[in-house]
């Protein structure tokens, strides 16, 4: 179940997001709601949503600060810019700050749709890649110990993996 947090200085706004489209065909489940960038930032660390609609304009914090802030987190979630500003330059900065995507106020339930399964299909791709690196992590964790204990690996090679695989041998009995 993919998690959502709606961001919006308008409650009507968000209610009526909440009722456009239906999430749980989607798999999404809405986990809370933020009226400013400020808000929801905090939220974000605490909730770990995966997808986050935000508007631009907003009081104390605006939706592209916000995009720029959570990025910086270890898992940020997915953006979708949802604004009444048709502005080039808006959409430009959301993009550049990694909004997967920009819609206008008053947004169309397809148009939405369309956007959040686009949405949900890249989540899934970067879980699978998630995956698929902790696996070959593992795999080359292991493997560098088995050939530690078995004597197969030379010095430097245990050097160049140890900081790659961030395996630390600094210890005293070493």
Same mark, same amino acid.
């Given at each position: ?19 456009? +489209? ?21 939220? +974000? ?18 939706? +592209? ?12 979630? #997915? ?52 995956? #698929?690196?902790? #696996? ?39």
């Amino acid at each position: 179940m993919y998690r959502l947090l709606l961001v919006d200085d308008e409650p009507i706004i968000r209610e009526g997001l909440k009722k456009l +489209i239906t999430w749980e065909e989607f798999g999404i489940e809405i986990v809370g709601q933020a009226a400013s960038g400020t808000e929801a930032l905090a939220k +974000i660390r605490t909730l770990s949503p995966h997808i986050v609609i935000t508007d631009v304009a907003m009081p104390n914090g605006n939706g +592209i600060e916000l995009i720029q802030q959570a990025s910086e987190l270890p898992d940020p979630p #997915q953006f979708i810019v949802l604004s009444g500003y048709n502005n080039f330059d808006y959409v430009r900065s959301a993009m550049k700050a990694g909004a997967i995507n920009y819609l206008l106020k008053p947004v169309n339930s397809d148009e939405l749709k369309l956007t959040v399964s686009s949405t949900t299909d890249v989540i899934d791709t970067h879980i699978a890649q998630k995956q #698929q690196y902790d #696996q070959t992590l593992y795999r080359l964790r292991h493997d560098t110990l088995k050939r530690l204990l078995m004597n197969q690996i030379t010095l430097r090679e245990l050097r160049d993996r140890s900081h790659l695989l961030g395996l630390s041998f600094d210890c005293p009995n070493m």
